[in-house]
């Protein structure tokens, strides 16, 4: 009960920061759809605290409070992708989002799962990750960048993989002797995979881009201070993801529109 009281109390903190925040935003784009949800969210949070309800509400309360730090950081990541990541605000800027992005999960605490619930979940850290990914893709391109930064750059990408392999272990796999029966082969195949949606196959590709670009830069100039076991062996963990990648869209997913062929170039350098 302490536990929840505290966490009551730090939601509702958070609640008036973001909403001061979105009022703030919504000067630059008042028509815009997601600070107008974020802000109709909050709204009902703001009279729900002011009317004193009740501790049990609490899961509830940071499902919404999750929905809004999705809508809030979506509308400012799309400014700094507009922008083009500028060099000199963008580290910044980033850290703030990936802290913002944490802070739904820090909240939640050890039951985070069963609080927020495996799509919200999955969200926070495909928003993470995505978000590193766009990074490094513009980062990627800035050859002269690159040679000053290189440690940071490839931070960047441990990072940013970290959050979508974690995004793809949310949902466990169907196992498929589990009793479940399947009547399309295809999609057991799938969920045998861990492939639960469109947003699962891209994540995979994001991964594999990542590990590439970390596989061509990586060399001693890595940060010392990280522990040699706690790097991401990139070379194998790309191969093995763009592997079932290729698997999926040139099998069940064939002629749906998933192209491929970045995959397997990146695939002949890798293995």
């Known amino acids: 009960m302490a536990d929840d009281y ?3 109390v730090e ?5 008036f920061e973001l909403d ?3 009022a703030s935003l919504r000067t630059e784009k008042p028509d815009d759809d997601y600070l107008q949800n974020a802000s109709s969210i909050l ?9 004193g309800g009740e501790s049990s509400s609490l899961p509830k309360l940071l499902q919404d409070y999750t929905q809004v730090v ?5 509308y400012e990541e799309n400014k700094l992708v507009d922008q083009e990541f ?3 605000t963008s580290p910044f800027k980033i850290q703030q989002l990936l802290q913002d992005l944490t802070e739904p999960e ?7 799962q069963s609080v927020l619930g495996l799509e919200l979940l999955e969200c926070l850290y495909w928003r993470r990750g995505a978000l590193l990914y766009m990074y490094c893709h513009t980062l990627h391109q800035r050859k002269q960048w690159i040679k000053k930064n290189k440690a940071t750059f490839l931070k960047c990408l441990q990072e940013g993989v970290r959050y979508l392999m974690r995004m793809l272990q949310v949902r466990n796999s169907v196992k498929l002797n589990d009793g479940v029966v399947f009547h399309d082969s295809a999609t057991a195949n799938f969920l045998a995979e861990g492939i639960f949606s469109d947003t699962h ?6 991964i594999g881009e990542m590990c590439f670009w970390a596989v061509k830069y990586e060399d001693c100039s890595m940060d010392t201070t990280e522990r040699k076991e706690d790097r991401l062996h990139f070379r194998d963990i790309g191969t093995q993801i763009l592997h079932k990648y290729v698997l999926a869209c040139e099998g069940p997913l064939q002629g749906q529109g998933w192209n491929t062929e970045n995959a397997k170039e990146i695939l002949s350098i890798l293995q």
């Not at 939601?11 to 609640?15: G, K, S, V």
């Not at 709204?43 to 009317?51: A, I, M």
């Not at 999705?70 to 979506?74: E, G, H, K, N, P």
């Not at 196959?201 to 994001?206: E, G, N, P």
């Open 11 to 15: 939601l509702e903190r958070r609640i």
């Open 86 to 88: 500028p060099e000199d």
């Open 20 to 22: 001061n925040k979105c």
């Open 201 to 206: 196959l891209l994540t995979m590709m994001y």
């Open 70 to 74: 999705l809508d809030i950081t979506f």
């Open 43 to 51: 709204d009902k949070l703001k009279t729900y605290y002011r009317h």
């Open 106 to 112: 820090v909240l939640a605490g050890r039951l985070v």
């Open 6 to 8: 505290r966490r009551s």
